[in-house]
């Protein structure tokens, strides 16, 4: 008898890989999309918009399977913290609040 050294599918890598690939595409066709968009290319334009899109389901897709895989792991690290904010997840809140209000800023002054 042989036995196979197969090794079994890692659904957390692949996820994990997928995220990663995925968030660099996304942003690799958003600037792509502001450079065509400025010289004014419309082919060029919907194509990175149709993948763009299609890339950002696949991301919303592999953000749930990986909350859904790694939940076990977040419930036990949110509980060893005794609801304690650490400083480090209150600056990333803030940092978060100041992009999205910046951004709103940009669209209704300057973008007007």
């Not at 890692?10 to 890989?17: D, I, T």
């Not at 999309?33 to 400025?38: D, M, R, V």
Request: proline share 0%.
């Amino acid at each position: 008898m042989e036995m196979s050294n197969q090794k079994t599918f890692n659904r957390r890598k692949f996820v994990s890989v997928g995220l990663f690939l995925t968030l660099v595409i996304l942003v690799i066709t958003a600037i792509v999309i502001q450079i065509f968009e400025a010289l004014e290319m419309d082919l060029f334009i919907h194509l990175f918009t149709v993948v763009h899109i299609f890339t950002g389901l696949a991301f919303t897709v592999l953000s749930v399977l990986h909350a859904k895989i790694n939940w076990q792991s977040m419930k036990v690290y949110v509980k060893a913290k005794e609801s304690f904010i650490s400083r480090e997840a209150v600056y990333a809140l803030l940092l978060t609040i100041m992009a999205i209000l910046a951004g709103c800023l940009f669209v209704c002054f300057i973008m007007d």
